[in-house]
C-alpha cells in the first residue's frame, strides 16, 4: 500500500472502480482490495471491498503458509465465475485472508482447516485469493471470463 500511495496508484485505481473499470485483485491484490490489513503492519487498503487481511491461523499440525490445490465452492454467481462449477481446483499460496467482509459480497471459498474466502466483489471489483495465472485450465476460464468482463454483475 505504501508504494500505491508514494506512486499515487490509490486514487487511480479507486478512481477507476469508481466509474465502473473492472478491476481483479490476485492474492495480495485481494487483500489490498480490502479495507484495512495487518501484513507488514496495520495499513489501510483500497477499500474496494470490505474486511480486512488478517494472518490465516490454523492449529497443528496444519501447515502455513497455505500452498497447493484446493477446490473452491462458489456461494454467489459472478460472470467472472461463468463455466467454472464448485468443486473446481485453483492454486493456493498465502498466509493472509481477508476477513469481516459483507455476506453479500462472498463469491466463493475454500476450506483449509476451516473455511477461507476465495474470492469477493463489490461493484467492479472482484479478488481472488488463489492464482488463476498458475491454476491450469479452470484459471484459464476466470482470466478469459475477466477479460470479456465489462465491470457489471
Given at each position: 500500500m505504501e508504494r500505491l500511495e508514494l506512486s499515487g496508484l490509490r486514487e487511480a485505481v479507486q478512481g477507476f472502480h469508481a466509474a465502473g473499470g473492472p478491476i481483479l485483485g490476485i492474492c495480495l491484490g485481494m487483500q489490498l482490495m480490502a479495507a484495512s490489513g495487518l501484513e507488514?503492519?496495520?495499513?489501510?487498503?483500497?477499500?474496494?471491498?470490505?474486511?480486512?487481511?488478517?494472518?490465516?491461523?490454523?492449529?497443528?499440525?496444519?501447515?502455513?503458509?497455505?500452498?497447493?490445490?484446493?477446490?473452491?465452492?462458489?456461494?454467489s454467481p459472478h460472470p467472472v465465475l461463468r463455466g467454472i462449477p464448485s468443486g473446481m481446483d485453483f492454486y493456493f499460496a498465502h498466509s493472509f485472508e481477508v476477513s469481516g467482509f459483507g455476506d453479500s459480497e462472498a463469491v466463493a471459498t475454500t476450506e483449509y482447516d476451516g473455511v477461507i474466502l476465495a474470492a469477493v466483489h463489490h461493484?467492479?471489483?472482484?479478488?481472488?485469493?488463489?492464482?488463476?495465472?498458475?491454476s491450469q485450465k479452470s484459471g484459464s476460464i476466470l482470466l478469459e471470463n475477466f477479460i470479456d468482463w465489462d465491470g457489471s454483475c
Amino acid at each position: 500500500m505504501e508504494r500505491l500511495e508514494l506512486s499515487g496508484l490509490r486514487e487511480a485505481v479507486q478512481g477507476f472502480h469508481a466509474a465502473g473499470g473492472p478491476i481483479l485483485g490476485i492474492c495480495l491484490g485481494m487483500q489490498l482490495m480490502a479495507a484495512s490489513g495487518l501484513e507488514g503492519g496495520a495499513f489501510l487498503g483500497l477499500g474496494l471491498v470490505g474486511g480486512q487481511a488478517v494472518p490465516v491461523v490454523r492449529a497443528p499440525p496444519t501447515r502455513l503458509p497455505h500452498v497447493g490445490w484446493n477446490s473452491i465452492e462458489i456461494i454467489s454467481p459472478h460472470p467472472v465465475l461463468r463455466g467454472i462449477p464448485s468443486g473446481m481446483d485453483f492454486y493456493f499460496a498465502h498466509s493472509f485472508e481477508v476477513s469481516g467482509f459483507g455476506d453479500s459480497e462472498a463469491v466463493a471459498t475454500t476450506e483449509y482447516d476451516g473455511v477461507i474466502l476465495a474470492a469477493v466483489h463489490h461493484g467492479s471489483a472482484l479478488g481472488v485469493q488463489f492464482h488463476p495465472e498458475k491454476s491450469q485450465k479452470s484459471g484459464s476460464i476466470l482470466l478469459e471470463n475477466f477479460i470479456d468482463w465489462d465491470g457489471s454483475c
